[in-house]
């Protein structure tokens, strides 16, 4: 039973950066597609970025790309998402999520592609 664990969540200026990480246990992490979602308040959970195991592949949604990027420590279990340029649009609980043991997937950014969830942070960006 994989257990992954978010931090480095908080409140920011717009304009401002963050960096979240991801710390998994319970599994061997370099097995598992990873990737970070979040869900504002009102709305449904979104895709943000996924990782495959090795980091030879990176997707991100379109009104995150150029100032967020994905990374993982496989030696750390620790997945990474560097927020930068952070609007206040980006305001949500950010979740990281792994899938597998397997590869990433077609369809990273669907959430049903997924069976290991973190508890999220709150990302917070004020205007």
């Known amino acids: 039973q994989v257990q992954l664990v978010e931090s480095g969540g908080g409140l920011v200026q717009a304009g401002g950066s963050l960096r979240l990480s991801c710390v998994g246990s319970?599994?061997?992490?370099?097995?598992?597609?990873m990737a970070w979602f979040r869900q504002a308040p009102g709305k449904e959970r979104e895709f943000v970025a996924a990782?495959?195991?090795?980091?030879?592949?990176?997707y991100y949604a379109d009104s995150v790309k150029g100032r967020f990027t994905i990374s993982r420590d496989n030696a750390k279990n620790t997945m990474y998402l560097q927020m930068n340029s952070l609007k206040p649009e980006d305001t949500a609980v950010y979740f990281c999520?792994?899938?597998?043991?397997?590869?990433?997937?077609?369809?990273?950014?669907?959430?049903?592609?997924?069976?290991?969830w973190g508890q999220g942070t709150q990302v917070t960006v004020s205007s």
């Open positions: 999520a792994a899938r597998g043991p397997s590869y990433i997937g077609s369809y990273y950014y669907r959430e049903s592609e997924y069976n290991y």
């Open positions: 319970g599994g061997t992490f370099s097995m598992y597609g």
């Open positions: 990782i495959s195991r090795s980091s030879g592949s990176r």
